[in-house]
């Protein structure tokens, strides 16, 4: 079964919101790692002003996130699917869910990186900024692969490779940025949030490689089945 055909296998069964919802949600994904991005710059600059700013517009994008998850079951539920096609989509939904909950729990641990006005290294937060930009880059990536195979773009199998690249190279400079945080994070308590954000942001990739995974299952499973 091609990609276009996992449109026509949904919209036989009239789950065509479904696939607007899978595309919504995705976005408010997206909005939710750059909005923790954004607050990384802001807090390398000392710019509280726009820390809070970029933490709230997370907080409202990962909250959508969620309730475009719940509104995505319900009309699974509401659906005539069968009971595997249903908890193959609600995996696929879920697993886009899990990395915006990481990326909210990064941005709980910079919001009491400020809040406790700890100092922390020019060189970390320029490594924090490099890797929470990598992480943008991945969930971007994997938002256009979903969407290239809805939409039975040729590059769908581009955008999945692009996500393997760069959980690879998240990973590699995980344990870098790791090893700056302990070596130069000063007191016990900035090490360990820094830490907490950090690894943060390395599930929050894992989750985003695990969510394109499954969709590539979820594609080709269909394919052999067809």
């Known amino acids: 079964m091609s990609e276009k055909r996992i449109i026509n296998w949904l919209g036989q069964r009239r789950e065509s919101k479904v696939l607007k919802e899978l595309v919504r949600h995705s976005d408010y994904v997206v909005r939710t790692a750059s909005e923790l991005s954004k607050a990384i710059i802001a807090m390398s600059n000392q710019d509280y002003n726009g820390v809070m700013q970029a933490i709230e517009r997370m907080s409202v994008n990962e909250k959508s996130a969620d309730t475009m998850e719940q509104s995505i079951s319900e009309e699974l539920i509401k659906g005539d699917l069968n009971s595997k096609e249903r908890e193959e989509l609600l995996r696929l939904v879920n697993r886009i869910d899990v990395i915006a909950d990481w990326i909210k729990d990064g941005g709980r641990n910079l919001t009491m990186i400020m809040d406790m006005e700890l ?46 690249d760069l959980e690879h190279s998240i990973d590699r400079m995980y344990y870098s940025v790791k090893k700056d945080i302990i070596m130069n994070g000063g007191e016990v308590s900035t090490i360990f949030l820094l830490r907490d954000l950090l690894h943060c942001i390395e599930n929050g990739a894992d989750a985003t490689k695990d969510a394109s995974d499954v969709l590539h299952i979820f594609s080709i499973a269909h394919a052999e089945h067809s």
């Open 119 to 164: 100092l922390v290294d020019a060189s970390i937060w320029n490594s924090l900024i490099e890797i929470s930009g990598q992480l943008v880059d991945i969930v971007k990536a994997m938002d256009r692969s979903l969407k290239a195979v809805l939409n039975n773009e040729e590059d769908a199998e581009g955008f999945r490779n692009r996500v393997e």
